[in-house]
Nanobody, 123 residues
Framework: QVQLVESGGGLVQAGGSLRLSCTAS????????MGWFRQAPGKEREFVAAIAWSGGRSAYADSVKGRFTMSRDNAKNTVYLQMNSVKPEDTAVYYC????????????????WGQGTQVTVSS
């Protein structure tokens, strides 16, 4: 059974930092792109960041570019999202996901999803 488990969410003050982790199990993810998405109350789920299997290619939403960094450790089947200079508008449930096509920035291409971790940024 494929599982993606996020951790590291919590309450942080504006301007602070947080690191999210997502560990995958249940199958090999060789060749998969991994992504982070978020969903705020009353809003649609949106793309945050993605990274290719090799780690040599990554992409970020304009709203987080320069503040968030995604990385992966394939030996540990784990991806990370380092969140710096967080803002109240970053408050959302953050989900990690896996895309078997190898690259994608859209929700629809991601086949496997975690349950999400809440990030709340206070002003």
């Amino acid at each position: 059974q494929v599982q993606l488990v996020e951790s590291g969410g919590g309450l942080v003050q504006a301007g602070g930092s947080l690191r999210l982790s997502c560990t995958a199990s249940g199958r090999t993810f060789i060749g998969y792109a991994m992504g982070w998405f978020r969903q705020a109350p009353g809003k649609e789920r949106e793309f945050v960041a993605a990274i290719a299997w090799s780690g040599g290619r990554s992409a970020y939403a304009d709203s987080v570019k320069g503040r968030f960094t995604m990385s992966r450790d394939n030996a540990k089947n784990t991806v990370y999202l380092q969140m710096n200079s967080v803002k109240p508008e970053d408050t959302a449930v953050y989900y990690c996901a896996a895309d078997p096509s190898g690259w994608g920035l859209n929700v629809v291409g991601y086949r496997y999803w975690g349950q999400g971790t809440q990030v709340t940024v206070s002003s």
